[in-house]
């Protein structure tokens, strides 16, 4: 199955630095998610895009939802230690309805 | 609160053994799925169901089966357990709609075949 293109990989910075991954396909999607997991744990849902261009915003996460409707942008402000964890994107491609694929992964670092 | 449930947190089985997990989700999802998560590799995608008794191939289903009998629960057999198999198991659910379907998982099962 189709694995998204995620970046960085990895990341390490300081408490309090703002923190910036994408994800990229080959297909277009209807909707893009972003989830956290903890180390041992499930992923957790943490923003659903709908629509190209849409911007949505949770606390200090924002995500949007890119206009090629190809990409999608995950962003943490002022980042904080229980910020740690791995990010995944997730698409849903318009051709399907019922799949997700999802990226590798972006692994946060954060120094306190 | 939406809630995914996976039937066991860690699970260590030998080798050969009939292994069954169990996923439970509360909110009324048509579509369920099973997923393996190794370092290096993310998800990949061993089975879904989109509605009860129907169920569709992933990427990787060989060694497996499942069995989705009620709306609710979707189970994952392992035939015959092996050490390859060794992995974090992960159980989502989502609605069936092509414009607005968000994903929901479980905590996971840790299987260690030993």
């Known amino acids: 199955g189709q694995q998204l293109n995620q970046s960085p990989q990895s990341m390490f910075i300081q408490e309090g630095e703002d923190v910036s991954m994408n994800c990229t396909s080959s297909s277009i999607f209807n909707t893009w998610l972003w989830y956290k997991q903890d180390p041992g744990e499930g992923p957790v849902l943490l923003i659903a895009l709908y629509k190209a261009g849409e911007l949505t915003s949770n606390g200090r996460l924002t995500a949007q939802f890119g206009i090629t409707r190809k990409d999608s942008f995950l962003n943490i402000s002022a980042s904080i230690p229980s910020d740690v964890g791995i990010y995944f994107c997730?698409?849903?491609?318009?051709?399907?309805?019922?799949?997700?694929?999802f990226g590798t992964g972006t692994s946060l670092t954060v120094i306190p | 609160d939406v809630k995914v449930t996976q039937s066991s947190r860690y699970l260590v089985k030998r080798t050969g053994e009939k292994v069954f997990l169990e996923c439970v989700q509360d909110?009324?999802?048509?579509?369920m799925f099973w997923y393996r998560q190794d370092p290096g590799l993310g998800l990949r995608l061993i089975y879904f169901s989109y509605d009860v008794k129907m169920k569709e191939k992933g990427d990787i289903p060989e060694g497996y089966s499942v069995s989705r009998e009620k709306k609710e629960r979707f189970s994952l057999i392992l035939e015959s357990a092996s050490t390859n198999q060794t992995s974090m198991y992960l159980c989502?659910?989502?609605?069936?709609?092509?414009?607005?379907?968000?994903?929901?998982f479980g905590q996971g099962t840790r299987l260690t075949v030993v």
């Open positions: 909110m009324d999802h048509e579509n």
């Open positions: 997730a698409g849903r491609p318009s051709n399907t309805g019922n799949q997700f694929y």
């Open positions: 989502a659910s989502s609605g069936y709609d092509r414009v607005r379907g968000e994903a929901f």
